[in-house]
Every structure is written in structure tokens, then in C-alpha cells.
């Protein structure tokens, strides 16, 4: 099966502007979980996406959006961006049939903001 | 809140000795206790797992160990080799704050293994 993969890999934005950044799930799997990595702060959850509904939510600004489509894909949105956004953002898949699944995680995409 | 906490940040070994990476964990409810390598500019790879009904699962040169009681999890590496060098994470997955798939991650402890 081919593992799970992100767009853009590489993104420069501007304070203000917004970007949405996409994720593909591992085939047959139904949950998408989102990360935030940076140096200061490590692994952060962002949210998880089950069915095209968000069924857990960590500590972010509202700014911080995502969505789910029929098809499992994942997008999310980060608008009015801050340079404090600049970070990893990887993607983790997983079956979504039960709680604490096996995630495997996508490539990331990188995001600068000047 | 929840917490992982992660020790130590770094650790350096020769090539054939052991390493081993602590975490503590807040949420008496977690239940599921993942461990990930990431090398430089990439993505975090599963290596080992464990569930709260195993004190202990060992896949190879690789183990991890649970204490319920003291919310404690440890990593073990043997034999360590010079491409076990990467950061480690481990995390915990908090039923207290929506489980599901959530996972609270420690900073994360920099491996390296010199030849």
C-alpha cells in the first residue's frame, strides 16, 4: 500500500495570508490525525478527523481549521498567518475503528512565514 | 493537564552499547504508548508500541517496558548501532482529554551512537 502523502512539501508565505495544506491517507483508512513540529515546542496535536467529522481538538486559535472529505483525504486551513506559525506540519493516518491506533505518519510539509 | 515528559534530551553511546530513554506520562487513563525515530528531515517512524495490558514487548534489538502503577515507559535499545542515531519521541495516547487517535508527545531525546 502506498503510505500516506502530503502537498505542498514546501511553502513560503507572508504574515496575514492563509494556506491550506492537504493530506492523503494510507488506503482504507478513515482517520486523519494533524501536527504541528517545531524546535521550541516539539509535537503538537492540532486535530483528528473520523468521517468527516472532527472528534478531538487540541490547544490551537481558532485560525487552526481542517476538514475532512467522503473520500478520507484531509486539508488544513491556517488563516491570518503569524510568524510563530512556521513549522512541520505532518499528517498521521490510521484505521479509525477504535482509540489508540497504530498512526503512520506523512512527509510533512514545511512551512516558512516572513 | 496531560504531560509527557521526556528523559534525557540527549544521549551519546558507543556503537554496541545499550541506550535507554524514559517518559512519564499524566493521564492514569492512557492506554496506548507508541515510540518514534526521526532522522533528520524526516518523517517520524513507528518502532515499537505498547498497550496498557503488556508490562513489556520486545521486537529485536528494541524493547520497551510499562509500569502502570508509577505511569512510567521506557525504551531499550541493545546493541546499539551507529544508524540508531536519530531523535526518539515516545507519547501517550489521553483518554481523560478525547482520546480516539490524540497523542501527547515528550520533546523527544537526540541518539547518538559513535562508531
Known amino acids: 500500500k502506498a503510505g500516506v502523502t502530503q502537498t505542498p512539501r514546501y511553502l513560503i508565505k507572508t504574515r496575514g495570508q492563509q494556506v491550506t495544506l492537504s493530506c492523503s491517507p494510507i488506503?482504507?483508512?478513515?482517520?486523519v490525525s494533524w501536527y504541528q513540529q517545531t524546535p521550541g515546542q516539539g509535537l503538537q496535536f492540532l486535530f483528528e478527523?473520523?468521517?468527516?467529522?472532527?472528534?478531538n481538538k487540541g490547544n490551537f486559535p481558532g485560525r487552526f481549521s481542517g476538514r475532512q472529505f467522503s473520500n478520507s483525504r484531509s486539508e488544513m486551513n491556517v488563516s491570518t498567518l503569524e510568524l510563530g506559525d512556521s513549522a512541520l506540519y505532518l499528517c498521521?493516518?490510521?484505521?479509525?475503528?477504535?482509540?489508540?491506533?497504530?498512526?503512520?505518519f506523512g512527509p510533512g510539509t514545511r512551512l516558512l512565514v516572513l | 493537564g496531560e504531560n509527557v515528559e521526556q528523559h534525557p534530551s540527549t544521549l551519546s553511546v558507543q556503537e554496541g552499547d545499550s541506550a535507554v530513554i524514559k517518559c512519564t506520562y499524566s493521564?492514569?487513563?492512557?492506554?496506548?504508548f507508541p515510540w518514534y525515530k526521526q532522522e533528520l528531515g524526516k518523517r517520524p517512524q513507528l518502532i515499537i508500541d505498547?498497550?496498557?495490558?503488556?508490562g513489556e514487548k520486545k521486537d529485536q534489538r528494541i524493547a520497551v517496558t510499562l509500569n502502570k502503577t508509577a505511569k512510567h515507559f521506557s525504551l531499550h535499545i541493545t546493541e546499539t548501532q551507529p544508524e540508531d542515531s536519530a531523535v526518539y519521541f515516545c507519547?501517550?495516547?489521553?483518554?481523560?482529554?478525547?482520546?480516539?487517535?490524540?497523542?501527547?508527545f515528550g520533546a523527544g531525546t537526540r541518539l547518538a551512537v559513535h562508531p
Open positions: 488506503s482504507g483508512h478513515r482517520s
Open positions: 498521521a493516518s490510521s484505521s479509525g475503528q477504535g482509540t489508540g491506533e497504530t498512526q503512520y
Open positions: 493521564d492514569s487513563a492512557s492506554n496506548y
Open positions: 478527523y473520523f468521517s468527516e467529522t472532527q472528534r
Open positions: 505498547i498497550r496498557s495490558n503488556v
Open positions: 507519547a501517550a495516547n489521553p483518554l481523560f482529554s478525547g482520546g480516539y487517535n490524540k497523542l501527547i
